[in-house]
Structure formats: C-alpha cells, structure tokens
C-alpha cells in the first residue's frame, strides 16, 4: 500500500468497531464524560472537536498555584428567601437545604427592600396602618442559615428608584447614580451583620442588557460601584470577602458592532474591568456554569458557544492580568428541565428530570476533579415563593416546586453531598473544608506565609487528617529554628517522621507522598516537636488521563478522512 498511515487508521477503526461492538455502554459512557452528549452521532461529532482543540494554543490556567478561597465547601444553592410572606416557609426551605448537604446560600439583600423610601431610611411602610423594621425579615434569614450552619454569599443588588432621579423608568435593574449611595447600603448590611456574615457579592450580570437597566451595559461604571463598594465593606470589616458581580457567559458584542445585540460577551466586559482598575476591587470572580445544550463532561473549549467548563477561558483571562492568586466561584448552575411544549422556546437547552438529577453531582465531581481554581458553586436554584412565572423557561432550573414537592435532583445531591470531602489535585491552603483539625492549632500571619496565613502547632499531639485523591502529597511548611519533628502516616501505614528544625527559616515543600496508585489516600499529620508550621497541600495526579478511546477515534476519523480523499494512481 502507497501509504501505510492508512492501513494504520484502518486497522484503529477496525480496532473501534471491535470495542463498540463487545463494550457498547462503556464506550457510550467514556464518550459522554468526553463530550457531554448522550447521542451516538453527537459523540464523534464532539470527538472530532476535542482533537481540533490539539492544534489550538493552550489556555494558561496555572492549576498548581497558591489561591484564596478556593478551598472553602463547594456545596451552594441559590434562594429567594425574601420572597416568602410566612416565615415558616422560610425556615423549612433552610432545613431542607440543610438537610441536602449544602453549606452556601446564595441569597439576595435587596436594596430597594431594605433601604425603601429614602437614603438612611430602613423603615418599611408599604403595609398600612404601621411600619417595621425592613431588617426584621433579613435579621430571620441571617438567624435561619446560622441555627441551620450555613454560611450566606449575599447579593447585593437591585437599587430603590429614589437612588436614580429617573426612578424605575430604566427598569428595577439600573445603577443608582451615585455609587457612593450603593456603597453605603452594602456598609449598612455588613455593619448590622458584622461578625455574622462575611461574603458579599456586588451585583448580578452587569453584562447583561436588562440587569443594567435595559440600556448599553458600561464595564468603566460596574468597576466604579465594584471598588466604592469594597472600600466601605472592607472598612466596616478588612475580613470581608467580596465576590465581583456574576458574568452571564454571552458572545454578544453589545454595542461593539450593529450585529452584536444588547449584552456584552463576558469575556470583553472582564478584561474592560481590567482595564479600569477593577483588579484590587475584587477577591473572588464570580462567573455562571450552565451546560445548557451538553452535559457536564463537556471537554470542548468553544468559546463562543456556552458550556458548563467556560470557566477556563476566564481563568486563562484572570492568569494574563495577574489574578492567578484569585478564585472562580460558579455563582449559577444547572440544566433546564422545561417541558418540551410549543409555549416554551428552549432558549436554555432542555432536559429531562433525571437527565437533571444525573448532572448536577456530575458537574460539582468536575469542578472539583479539574479546577482547582472554583470554589463554591451554587445550584441554580431551591424555589420560588409562588409559581406565578411556570410559563417562563428559567423557571424550570427549580429544585422544589413552590408547595415544597421535591423534584429527584434534590435526592441525587443529597446522595452525593453526604460523603466524605476530598482534596483533588491542585494547590490549597490551610484551610481547605477536606481538613480537619484538633486542639492544640491557631491561625498565624505573616508576610512570608503563601498568602499571608498558616496554622502553627502551639504543643505536641496537635493533629489534623485529610483525604486526598491522586499520587502524591506535598506539605507547604517552614524548616527553622522553631521547628519541630512532625510524624506522617499514610492510608493507616507505618508512621514517617521529619525534623523541621534548621539554623535558619526557609520555606519548603515537603514531599509527603509520590508514586501512590491514582486514587483516595487518608493522611494524618501529629506535630511531636516544635511550633510547626501547615501553610498549605499540594496535591498532584501524576498519570495520563487522556483515554486511550479518544486516540482510537481519532485514527478511525482519520481514516475515514483519508478514505475520502484518496485519489487513483
């Protein structure tokens, strides 16, 4: 034969018959944690796409560096607790929610519900004959999630209409005029919540047409509300965390081009952030993880088209501006499960309800596995109040229906949160949720830590345990003069000791572990000396995850490629 890469492709395709034939379940599944399709035709098709990627330049994502926040519990959730007249109501979507696993609430602090009638003013009137506190329904919320243990991602948004000298005429969505009045209602909720909530996110979709107040969305005046609110948040509490708006993953170009619609593509609004300073403004971006038309496997970086792994082309952003430091939280997530019926128009994709149930552990496994780099990531979402939006395509992401009839993803995530946690490759710091501690630990700050912060042994026998998946462990630590001698026991083996004393301290990455089978390890780590320093894990997977199928589809499609192409002679 004139060409004996053909015989080979033929031979591989003849090769993936063989194992399509003896092995079809398998097969379809590999593929679909490839692609995220289910349909045979769709697979290759996919398959085809991920090996274009090959040729593609890769995406700088840094996966092994040291990030804040992103090793918090990545168990979220969305809700609309404010909309709920009876407070009972309220507290029995927290305790089913409690009850599921999750650990976030992501729960909107309205300004035009807090702060209604004018500027310092939090009294609610619009009950006649007598007003109350426009706290009062946010103060049960705070004290729900706390009676519950969860901890609260609030959404700051939704200006009054006397923020604006137009009012509402813009929409409920438009900025205020002055951001320094936006600023001081986000001092006002940490203030009476000071020590009580923590995590405050500014704004929702800035890049989207009708959140900005259905008028051309402006990146330069999101940063300005961004840093006038982080400067007052910060100053009413420097622990504060502030979470930058959520971007809507679009590829519109907005006002860019006659063709580009209404929103702005996420990835231009986020560098035009950039370039207005918004970098110090922010210390968590927050971005949305729909799947929308393929499953959460979906391998196939197409920026222009909406899946659930986008979040790496912000990443790739993120790294080029100098936030590799930075976590991705996934504020939004989910697949739709809207009922094919002409009235709705599908423009989130469609679903069944056990394709639903399947998904989501799907994607929070992925997150986890892949992007060391997200944090949380919010389910989108519990429940509405009332079902008066049912002929609204969004209104099919519901996990409960408005009488609490719970839908099967709220038991295929109460399934899947109630395992052990695992830390996954990547860098962590200490205060990863997989890590667990005893007496004898305290917090400790310093400019040469990894980020400023470490756990310190104050005496012998403080201890802490961790379940790690992957080949090896390293120990981010410090070997110095108030070191000590650590002991390390690895999957119940025989105990490893090291000595952390020197003359003088340095910082060291301590290798704990190497050459393990792929898989989840337990690690226990007792100090038996010394004020010995945890400043962080490295975990790392060292083997090659590229599927041996994926090499066998590419040779058939190759063949089949050169089949259509050979010429006579």
């Not at 438009?174 to 909530?197: E, H, I, K, M």
């Not at 209404?262 to 952030?273: A, E, G, I, P, T």
């Not at 679903?351 to 986890?368: D, F, G, K």
């Not at 830590?449 to 120990?475: E, H, I, K, N, W």
Request: hydrophobic fraction near 40%.
């Amino acid at each position: 034969m004139k060409h004996p890469w053909i015989a080979a492709a033929l031979v591989g395709a003849l090769l993936l018959l063989g194992v399509v034939s003896t092995q079809r379940a398998a097969v379809h599944d590999q593929l679909f944690a490839l692609t995220g399709e289910e349909n045979t035709f769709a697979q290759m098709r996919g398959v085809g796409q991920l090996l274009s990627d090959l040729i593609r330049p890769p995406l700088k994502l840094e996966a092994e560096t040291p990030i804040a926040h992103n090793g918090v519990n990545p168990f979220g959730i969305n809700t609309f607790l404010q909309q709920e007249v009876e407070p009972a109501k309220r507290e029995r979507q927290v305790q089913l929610i409690a009850e599921a696993g999750f650990h976030w609430l992501r729960q909107e602090f309205p300004w035009a519900d807090i702060e209604i009638s004018g500027k310092g003013n939090f009294d609610d009137c619009r009950n006649p004959p007598g007003c109350v506190s426009a706290w009062e329904k946010y103060d049960q919320i705070v004290g729900l999630a706390e009676q519950y243990g969860l901890e609260i991602l609030v959404r700051l948004s939704a200006p009054p209409n006397w923020a604006r000298a137009a009012g509402d005429q813009l929409g409920p969505f438009a900025p205020p005029d002055n951001a320094s009045d936006f600023a001081d209602y986000a001092a006002a909720v940490a203030t009476r919540y000071q020590g009580r909530l923590r995590y405050y996110q500014v704004w929702n979709e800035p890049n989207i047409y009708n959140e900005w107040g259905n008028q051309p969305v402006d990146p330069e005046r999101y940063t300005e509300l961004l840093c006038a609110a982080y400067a007052r948040l910060k100053q009413v509490d420097p622990r504060s965390v502030v979470v930058s708006g959520v971007l809507a993953p679009t590829a519109e170009l907005g006002a860019l081009n006659e063709a580009g619609g209404n929103n702005l593509n996420d990835y231009v609004y986020l560098q035009r952030m950039y370039a207005a300073g918004a970098g110090p403004c922010f210390d968590v971006l927050a971005v949305q993880g729909y799947g929308l038309w393929s499953g959460p496997g979906d391998h196939r970086r197409r920026p222009l088209i909406v899946n659930f792994g986008r979040n790496q082309f912000i990443r790739d952003l993120m790294v080029a501006n100098g936030d590799a430091h930075k976590a991705i939280w996934i504020a939004e997530m989910n697949w739709n499960v809207v009922p094919d019926d002409p009235l709705f128009l599908g423009n989130f994709g469609r679903v069944t309800v056990e394709q639903q149930a399947r998904y989501a552990p799907l994607a929070y496994q992925r997150a986890q596995e892949e992007w060391p780099w997200v944090g949380m990531t919010a389910f989108w979402f519990f429940k509405r109040a009332d079902d008066s939006e049912r002929n609204a395509d969004w209104y099919y992401f519901r996990m409960a229906e408005p009488d609490f009839t719970l839908l099967p993803v709220y038991e295929s995530m109460r399934a899947y949160m109630h395992q052990p946690p695992v830390m996954y490759p990547g860098w962590f710091q200490e205060d990863h949720w997989a890590v667990t501690w005893s007496a004898g630990w305290a917090d400790a700050t310093d400019p040469a830590y990894v980020l400023g912060a470490a756990r310190q042994a104050r005496g012998p026998g403080a201890r802490l345990s961790l379940t790690f998946a992957g080949t090896d462990l390293l120990l981010s630590t410090v070997r110095g003069p108030q070191g000590g001698r650590i002991s390390v026991t690895i999957d119940d083996g025989l105990a490893r000791v090291y000595d952390l004393s020197a003359g003088t301290a340095q910082a060291e990455q301590l290798a704990l572990a190497g050459g393990l089978p792929d898989g989840p390890h337990t690690v226990t780590i007792t100090s038996q000396s010394g004020a010995n320093v945890v400043d962080g894990f490295i975990v790392r997977a060292v083997s090659t995850r590229t599927p041996a199928l994926l090499l066998l589809v590419g040779g058939a499609l190759l063949g089949v490629w050169a089949l259509a192409r050979r010429r006579p002679g």
